[in-house]
């Protein structure tokens, strides 16, 4: 079984702050890993993958994020939070056809 | 510009009335899912098609109903609309055979159900 567990429904950090958000996962197979953004009142965009080859992956606006079986985990990282960082993050892991998304961190930014 | 979209952008509707929400892409993807976005509880899978003419039970398919009867739409009907269907809805797709390929989302449906 495949399933996501995203650590602190709530992140506050200062604008220019490390941004560690976490993830972790169960699953049966190799996973495949996903993080993805969501601004106020729109869908959800691609941040980063992890599919196969080199464990740290880095995304847009300058996220990256580490790919640790040994410890499940696959949290998303920003050396210095921007304001417009403010968002939704979920984390997802896709098994065959299915993606199962955790539940989601909402990131606050303070100036 | 290649992507998914969903109509209407947000409804209120009367309870026990009969929705359809509509799903539209253009990108020639097999994989289609239909999700729900609930405070605290992230995003649930409602229903999927993993190529036209096929569909599947998700999550939390209770009282939702979809058709795929081509590659390119794919609409969620609410039969007998409740308040716990308020929610914000998602539709997604995916391109199929790779489990590495990510999901494409459309701008959402805001739906409140009075």
């Known amino acids: 079984a495949q399933s996501v567990t995203q650590l602190g429904s709530h992140v506050s950090v200062s604008e220019g702050a490390l941004v560690l958000l976490r993830c972790n996962y169960s699953?049966?197979?190799?996973?495949?890993l996903f993080w993805y953004v969501q601004y106020p009142n729109q869908g959800l965009q691609l941040l980063l993958k992890y599919t196969t080859g080199a464990t740290l992956v880095k995304g847009i606006n300058g996220f990256e994020a580490e790919f640790k079986k040994s410890e499940t985990s696959f949290h998303l990282t920003k050396p210095s939070a921007h304001m417009s960082d403010a968002a939704e993050y979920f984390c997802a892991v896709a098994a065959g056809n299915q993606f199962y998304f955790g539940t989601g961190t909402s990131l606050t930014v303070i100036p | 510009i290649a992507g998914i979209t969903q109509a209407p952008t947000s409804q209120i509707l009367a309870a026990g009335r009969r929705m359809t929400l509509r799903c539209t892409q253009d990108m020639r993807h097999n994989a289609m899912y239909w999700y729900r976005q609930d405070l605290g509880l992230g995003l649930r899978l409602i229903h999927y098609?993993?190529?036209?003419?096929?569909?599947g039970k998700g999550e939390v398919p209770d009282g939702y109903s979809v058709s795929r009867a081509n590659t390119d739409d794919f609409p969620l009907t609410l039969a007998s609309a409740v308040p716990s269907q308020t929610s914000v809805y998602f539709c997604?797709?995916?391109?199929?055979?790779?489990?590495?390929?990510?999901?494409?989302f459309g701008q959402g449906t805001r739906l409140t159900v009075v």
């Open positions: 098609s993993n190529t036209a003419g096929t569909t």
């Open positions: 997604a797709s995916r391109a199929r055979g790779t489990a590495n390929t990510e999901a494409f």
């Open positions: 699953s049966s197979v190799p996973p495949y």
